[in-house]
C-alpha cells in the first residue's frame, strides 16, 4: 500500500491573528498570559483566550482606543452589541455559545488588570453575560452512525486513517483538540486504552478503546502512518496528507465532510460522535457516572443532559408498561357481532 506524494501548496494553512502588536495593549496581554501559564491553563485555554482578547483589541484599535486605561462600561458594551450583530463570511450570526466565550474572556482579562492595579476600576465588572440556556444536543442512532462511518474509502491509505479517527472519535468520545494532540505514547493497543493528557481543564484521563476502534487504528500505525511520515521525531499520532499534525479546523471539515456526504441532516462534526457515544451506552446500561468519567466532566450535572435524550430504553419501556396499548384499542373498536 503506497501512499502518493503530493506537492505541498505553500500556504499557512492557520487562521492568521488579529495583529495588536502596535497597541499598548499588547504588554498587557503578553503579561496575561504569561499569568495564566504561571497558573497552569492549558494551551489550548490559552491559544483560545489570546485569539478572543485579540479579537476585542483589533476592534478598540479600529476605534483609536490604544490602552486598557481608555476602556469604559459603555464601550464594551458596543462590544458586545458589535458581537450581536457581527455575521461570518457565511453570512451566519455568532452562537450565543461563542459571542458568551469572547465576553468571559474580556472579563478576565480586565479582572487580572485591576487586581495587578494596572487600573484603578473593573470596567467590565457589572458587564452582563446572558445566561446560558443548555439545548439537548442532537444525538444520531446506532445505524446512522454506522452509515456515516461507513462512507470511508478504506481501500485507500488516507481511507484507512480517516476510517481509524471516526473510530476513535466514537469509541472513547473524545474531544477534537484531544485527539489531535493524541502521541504515540498515549496508545497502548494490547490493553486498549487510549491516554488523554491535559484534557478540558488540564485533565488527564484513561479511556478504554473498544475492538473495532483497536482493529482500525492498528492498521492506520501499521500500514500507513510511516507514509505519510515527514519528520522521523513527530510523535503525534494522526497525521494529515502532508505529514502533518491536524489542526482542530481541518480534522473537522474532514469529519464534516463525511458526514454530509452520509446523507444525515446534522449540524456538527466531532462532537456529534461524542454525544452519540455517551447517549448510545446510556442506552446499553452504563451508569452515567462511567459516562461522566470518560467525557471527562468534572461536574455530574453537565452528563446528566445525555439522560434526556437517551429515548430508546425510555420508548421500551413505555411500550411494555402503558396502558393504552393499540392492541387493546383495536378491540376496543372492533364492533361486537
Not at 482578547?53 to 484599535?61: A, E, L, M, P, S
Not at 472513547?172 to 490493553?191: M, P
Request: hydrophobic share 35%; aromatic share 8%.
Amino acid at each position: 500500500m503506497v501512499i502518493k506524494c503530493k506537492r505541498k501548496l505553500q500556504l499557512n494553512m492557520k487562521k492568521i491573528p488579529v495583529a495588536i502588536e502596535h497597541t499598548a495593549f499588547y504588554g498587557y496581554v503578553l503579561r496575561y498570559l504569561e499569568a495564566m501559564q504561571v497558573r497552569n491553563y492549558s494551551e489550548q485555554t490559552l491559544r483560545r483566550r489570546e485569539s478572543d482578547i485579540r479579537r476585542f483589541v483589533g476592534w478598540c484599535d479600529e476605534r483609536s482606543l490604544d490602552r486598557p486605561q481608555d476602556i469604559t462600561k459603555p464601550m464594551l458594551e458596543g462590544y458586545q452589541k458589535h458581537l450581536y450583530y457581527y455575521r461570518q463570511s457565511n453570512g451566519e450570526a455568532l452562537s450565543s455559545n461563542t459571542r458568551n466565550r469572547y465576553i468571559c474572556s474580556i472579563k478576565q482579562f480586565f479582572k487580572w488588570l485591576t487586581q495587578e492595579n494596572h487600573l484603578l476600576y473593573n470596567p467590565a465588572s457589572e458587564l452582563m453575560v446572558p445566561q446560558h440556556t443548555p439545548s439537548l444536543p442532537v444525538v444520531l442512532t446506532q445505524e446512522e452512525i454506522t452509515q456515516w462511518i461507513e462512507q470511508v474509502d478504506i481501500t485507500t491509505p488516507y481511507g484507512i486513517r480517516d476510517r481509524a479517527i471516526l473510530e476513535v472519535l466514537y469509541s472513547t468520545g473524545i474531544r477534537r483538540s484531544e485527539l489531535c494532540h493524541l502521541q504515540l505514547q498515549d496508545i497502548a493497543l494490547t490493553r486498549l486504552t487510549v491516554f488523554v493528557r491535559k484534557g478540558k481543564g488540564n485533565k488527564d484521563r484513561l479511556l478504554p478503546l473498544g475492538a473495532r476502534a483497536v482493529h482500525w487504528l492498528s492498521l492506520y500505525l501499521n500500514q500507513v502512518r510511516a507514509q505519510l511520515l515527514m519528520d522521523l521525531h513527530e510523535q503525534t499520532v494522526f497525521l494529515t496528507d502532508y505529514g502533518e499534525p491536524f489542526t482542530e479546523g481541518r480534522l473537522g471539515d474532514k469529519v464534516k465532510r463525511y458526514l454530509r456526504n452520509s446523507g444525515i441532516d446534522a449540524l456538527g462534526s466531532c462532537h456529534l460522535l461524542r454525544h452519540a457515544m455517551a447517549t448510545h451506552m446510556l442506552e446499553n446500561g452504563a451508569d452515567i457516572r462511567y459516562i461522566q468519567a470518560m467525557l471527562g466532566h468534572s461536574d455530574l450535572n453537565t452528563t446528566q443532559i445525555y439522560t434526556q435524550v437517551s429515548i430508546r430504553k425510555l420508548q421500551e419501556v413505555h411500550a411494555a408498561t402503558h396502558p393504552a396499548k393499540l392492541e387493546n384499542e383495536s378491540r376496543a373498536d372492533t364492533p361486537s357481532t
